[in-house]
């Protein structure tokens, strides 16, 4: 089992090692290299999403409640904590008409 945890943000990496997440910092993901059991973490795009899950791996969602003024911006790792920043594990599916 691999944990990979995907960002390019400074502060996303400080806060991921004030958890003690135990994850591969990468930049970019390949889906092809997920596999089964595999647990993938970070704000990915839905279709990347999806082919994580349909990989049978797990995907962790990075959630933060930002309002409006932070948008747009990098974060730092304390400014994520007082925003509410957590991992929600989501199922995600493309639906093929």
Partial sequence: MTALF???HP???EWVAR???GARMVSHLDP????AGDIVM???PIH???AVCA???RYLHLEIDLPAEARGRD???DEMERFGARLTEFRVERVDP
Avoid: D, N, Q
């Avoid at 092809?32 to 596999?35: K, T």
């Fill in 6 to 8: 995907v960002t390019r």
């Fill in 11 to 13: 502060g996303a990496v």
């Fill in 19 to 21: 958890r003690g997440i």
């Fill in 32 to 35: 092809g290299l997920v596999r």
């Fill in 42 to 44: 970070g704000t990915l």
């Fill in 48 to 50: 990347l999403a999806a």
């Fill in 55 to 57: 990989r049978r791996a």
């Fill in 75 to 77: 974060l730092t790792a």
